[in-house]
């Protein structure tokens, strides 16, 4: 189990693009060619109509960019964990008809920044962002823009707001806490967690996620539930039921002097105790230390022997969206994108986890 974090931060976008050198020279009728210098380069949309000058316009068009980047942005929370700050370079080609195409990360700064800069591409094609194209000699033509993004932390107000308007506070003096402690919640779970009998007939094992929010009043209620291994609807009920049995264990966050809502991640197991999945049990297990193993051989920069041991996890489980969301954010950080799109989503169709949903459609071309 974790404390939930989910602040808002200020993210601060700096933009330009990057003179390179070209790559094409002649121009012919029908031309596909990608060119990297131009002689009037792409400029984003909503200064076009503008009566002014060429150069004005892509002035302009550049302030669009930034403000429409630092609208989509959303600051990684694993960046603001490990305080990454600094800049992500994307590149990406301009089509004749003003679609971005081809968006890849030429250099990352880790945290998950290159990603979600990659997102923010992707969604102008999904908002209808159609851009003015480069030109050569007076013809339309395809061309490269590079773009940096600056990661920047500003202080973050206090809460944030879900979509159904709940707020929940991610700084306080004082931290929501259960009643003797993490490991006594976890005590209390184990015992209260009922297994469906209807899951023992397919020895039916995995993991759910539910996010709790304990109000200032100590009433609590869930905000969110993930079922990576679609359980089904007995799982949820008793995973439900166990979570919002704690009512009133709970000593609310403070914030400033007064209690304020805050939420609490609980994560619960499910596994069948007869002796017919047992093999079952063990086998689920096993991968969820090779998730691990490979999770961390990952991390030390040994990433071809840490996606082997993913590999093997999800041999095991093939149908275990948590064990596809981390190989699937690792081919994200190797860049390999079929992959990625393959796993994430895969993970996406079990568990209904709509956390990759703004780039799948930018990686799973």
């Known amino acids: 189990m974790r404390k939930s974090l989910h602040p808002l931060l200020w993210l601060f976008c700096c933009i330009a693009f990057i003179a390179v050198q070209p790559t094409a020279i002649g121009q012919t009728a029908g031309d596909t060619t990608i060119y990297q210098v131009v002689e009037d380069p792409a400029r984003f949309p909503g200064c076009e109509a503008v009566d002014s000058t060429v150069e004005f316009k892509r002035q302009c068009a550049s302030q669009q960019l930034l403000a429409f980047v630092y609208q989509n942005v959303r600051y990684p929370q694993e960046a603001l964990e490990q305080n990454i700050e600094g800049s992500v370079v994307l590149t990406f080609v301009v089509e004749k008809d003003g679609r971005i195409s081809s968006p890849k990360i030429i250099k990352d700064i880790g945290g998950g920044c290159g990603i979600e ?9 999904e908002a209808g962002v159609v851009w003015t194209p480069a030109k050569n000699k007076g013809q339309v033509v395809r061309s490269v823009v590079n773009l940096p993004v600056r990661f920047r932390i500003k202080e973050a107000p206090a809460f944030t707001i879900t979509a159904y308007g709940d707020s929940i506070y991610t700084r306080f003096d004082e931290a929501l806490a259960y009643e003797g402690g993490e490991e006594a919640l976890a005590a209390y779970l184990d015992s209260r967690l009922k297994y469906p009998p209807v899951g023992n007939d397919s020895c039916r094992v995995g993991n ?60 619960l197991s499910f596994t069948p ?11 689920f297990d096993l991968a969820g230390r090779l998730i691990n193993e490979g999770a961390t051989l990952f991390d030390q920069e040994k990433q071809e022997e840490g996606l082997a041991k993913m590999g093997e996890a999800i041999a095991l489980f093939p149908n275990h969206a948590g064990l596809l969301l981390v190989r699937g954010q690792a081919y994200l950080d190797m860049n390999k994108l079929a992959e990625a799109c393959a796993d994430l989503s895969k993970a996406r169709r079990i568990a209904l986890v709509k956390w990759y949903d703004n780039i799948l459609p930018l990686i799973c071309r």
């Open 208 to 267: 759910i996620d539910i996010q709790l929010l304990v109000q200032a009043n100590g009433d609590v209620r869930i905000v969110d539930l993930t079922d990576y291994n679609d359980l089904g609807f007995d799982f949820w009920y008793e995973a439900i039921d166990a979570a919002t049995s704690t009512l009133g264990k709970w000593k609310p966050a403070v914030y400033q002097g007064r209690k304020v809502p805050s939420a609490f991640d609980i994560s």
């Open 273 to 283: 105790t007869i002796d017919a999945c047992k093999t079952v049990v063990e086998k």
């Open 117 to 125: 800069a990659l997102r923010v591409i992707g969604a102008m094609n």
